[in-house]
């Protein structure tokens, strides 16, 4: 459904089946805009939509791909994630380590690794070219819901159902920092020079943590309802959020 309302007319739709020795698999191909890297990891989330390509307006109610997930995962998925070349249409590789489900999954900015989270509560990097795994990055109490890298692959941030956000060297392995938000957490982003976490908690506020300091600046809250998203401008300067508003405000930060 979201491959047919996401691409244009005259385009293509391709769908594919197929199993194996290691499961059955189901691959939809489209000729649409893509989704941009840095909202890929919010894709199974409740209630994310995306925006029509005709009138930029959300489609649907961000339900659908979270149901998915929950039946794929009804019927025992695995702890898998495979590396496909669009090209050849072949696996590059297998990253197998998991002791549980992979739940969230994303690339590094130089598309060089891969960041993998899963029910097991651990994070793991692998080589994205060899599927090597590099590190593992345990701490974590519950099922990892979000991954993300910083901007220069230097860092790395988790988000679990312990309701914590961490922050770890992707080098070392070294945990950083770890936020707890204790109404759960909504987003967490790097800001550009990943220095900077933003997280939106579960209830109204919005929170800017510095990595190295843990110094902590709690923004006042300017929205009606719950913050569901939140982001760094490009320099770091500019803050926008959503909530349960049609509104997303900008605001500056120093």
């Known amino acids: 459904g979201n491959a047919i309302a996401y691409t244009q007319p005259g385009g293509n739709v391709t769908i594919a089946v197929g199993c194996g020795n290691d499961g059955n698999w189901l691959a939809v191909r489209d000729t649409g805009p893509g989704i941009p890297p840095e909202q890929q990891e919010q894709l199974f989330q409740r209630f994310v939509r995306g925006h029509s390509p005709d009138s930029g307006r959300p489609l649907g109610t961000g339900l659908g791909l979270s149901i998915v997930r929950s039946i794929v995962e009804a019927h025992a998925g695995s702890g898998t994630a495979r590396i496909l070349d669009l090209a050849s249409r072949r696996d590059v590789a297998l990253l197998e380590a998991h002791e ?21 509560k651990t994070a793991r990097l692998w080589n994205a070219k060899t599927g090597k795994l590099l590190r593992t990055f345990s701490g974590h109490s519950a099922t990892l819901s979000s991954c993300s890298f910083s901007a220069d692959g230097r860092r790395v941030l988790t988000v679990s159902a312990d309701l914590t956000a961490r922050v770890w060297e992707a080098g070392s392995g070294k945990e950083t920092a770890a936020i707890r938000c204790p109404k759960g957490i909504n987003t967490a982003r790097f800001g550009p020079d990943g220095e900077r976490v933003i997280l939106a908690d579960g209830g109204w506020n919005l929170r800017v943590v510095e990595v190295s300091s843990g110094k902590e600046v709690c923004l006042p809250r300017d929205q009606v309802g719950s913050v569901t998203s939140a982001d760094f401008g490009p320099e770091g300067r500019s803050i926008i959020s959503t909530s349960d508003t049609t509104r997303a405000p900008i605001r500056s930060f120093p």
């Open 100 to 120: 549980g489900q992979i739940r969230v999954v994303c690339y590094s900015f130089d598309g060089s690794m891969i960041l993998t989270g899963s029910e097991d």
